[in-house]
């Protein structure tokens, strides 16, 4: 079974919501996501236009430590995921990943949980040398 695949199952299993997923099978996830999209000839910069998202999304929850502040942007996330995968067929396992993790998100502890996910993916891309 493929990375992207096997991590959409994890996410779709978990007990309850994206805070649930374990954080070392998380990590380990990551790890071999962001391995596999450098192996797709995913550009750095597609990742990061999602983690700059996600970031400007931090900023408003950190002052205000309010979900429903980012609860639409958060959902809303999804369609530029979509745009994306459109535009690049390397994209399409990222979208697809992190459009089963926003389904997941239902509070705070669940946004910092695909907040760290998303930095572990970035990471482990750029370790896989992604450009």
Do not use: C, W
Request: charged letters at 30%.
């Amino acid at each position: 079974m493929s990375i992207d695949r096997e991590i959409i199952k994890e996410v779709g299993n978990l007990k309850s919501s994206f805070k649930s997923y374990p954080i070392r099978d998380l990590v380990k996830h990551a790890q071999e996501f962001g391995e596999y999209l450098n192996s797709q000839r995913l550009q750095t910069n597609q990742i990061r236009k999602f983690l700059d998202a996600i970031n400007r999304l931090k900023v408003t929850v950190t002052q205000e430590r309010d979900f429903s502040k980012i609860e639409t942007e958060i959902v809303l996330l999804q369609p530029k995921l979509a745009y994306a995968a459109a535009r690049q067929n390397a994209a399409k396992p990222l979208s697809n990943v992190m459009s089963k993790a926003i389904d997941r998100v239902e509070d705070l502890e669940d946004f910092d949980r695909l907040v760290q996910f998303i930095e572990a993916i970035v990471a482990y891309h750029k370790a896989a040398g992604g450009k």
